[in-house]
């Protein structure tokens, strides 16, 4: 089975930095990718990482490490738009791209 | 770039009867489409992978025969919830895999269901 932790919460200012870790349990692994969700909406696609290391898109930049089972998502230069939960998922079959999600970190952005 | 389309965003009907989502890949094909169910402040929850030309798989503990899923063509998946109740309420989203593609998924806008 999969499993994925994160946390619930996380509060930051305007213009910060912000770091969202995943901690993750699979079976399997085909890489972790992070999504976006505002209140009502769909999620969005942030980042994806398959190997070990850094991936830079703008203002996020994904980690991941896989002998730690462990990634995180770094969100910069914080603006109140960034408010919206994000989680944190992985990939468990190579055909299938099944994807199972964390619960997902609410971030606030506080002016 | 990629889109999903899923109709209708918002439903409310009474208990009792179905309601029929589409999930529609309007710039590629997909022949693998998944459904998610997501209740307030919750994580998305997997309830299918619907498979085009052939029968969804079904995650444990969701009931086939009241979530029916057709995924008749490369570009369109539907979830039919059948006589549904007030606990079925909930937030659908589906999201398609464009073929040759990894890592990335594209999200549905989901579909408010509310069961009166």
């Known amino acids: 089975g999969q499993s994925l932790e994160q946390p619930s919460e996380v509060t930051a200012v305007e213009g910060a930095i912000v770091q969202i870790n995943c901690t993750y349990q699979?079976?399997?692994?085909?890489?972790l990718s992070w999504y976006q969700q505002h209140d009502g909406g769909a999620p969005t696609f942030l980042s994806y990482?398959?190997?070990?290391g850094l991936e830079e898109t703008g203002r996020f930049s994904s980690f991941l490490s896989r002998s730690d089972s462990y990634g995180y998502l770094l969100l910069q230069e914080l603006q109140m738009k960034d408010s919206a939960s994000y989680f944190c998922?992985?990939?468990?079959?190579?055909?299938?791209?099944?994807?199972?999600f964390g619960s997902g970190t609410q971030l606030t952005v506080l002016p | 770039g990629a889109v999903v389309s899923q109709h209708p965003s918002r439903v409310i009907c009474k208990s009792g009867t179905s309601v029929k989502i589409e999930c529609r890949s309007l710039?590629?094909?997909?022949?693998?489409m998944f459904w998610y169910r997501q209740f307030p402040k919750q994580s998305l929850m997997l309830m299918a992978t619907?498979?085009?030309?052939?029968?969804?798989?079904?995650e444990q503990g969701v009931e086939k025969d009241k979530f029916l899923i057709n995924h008749a063509s490369l570009t369109l998946s539907t979830l039919t919830v059948t006589s549904a109740h007030p606990e079925d309420s909930s937030f659908y989203i589906c999201?398609?895999?464009?073929?040759?593609?990894?890592?990335?998924?594209?999200f549905g806008e989901g579909s408010r269901l509310t069961v009166l």
């Open positions: 710039d590629f094909q997909a022949t693998t």
């Open positions: 990482n398959a190997l070990d």
């Open positions: 699979t079976s399997g692994f085909y890489g």
């Open positions: 619907s498979n085009e030309g052939s029968k969804a798989t079904y």
């Open positions: 998922a992985v990939g468990d079959s190579g055909s299938a791209r099944q994807l199972t």
């Open positions: 999201s398609a895999l464009r073929t040759g593609l990894t890592g990335e998924l594209f």
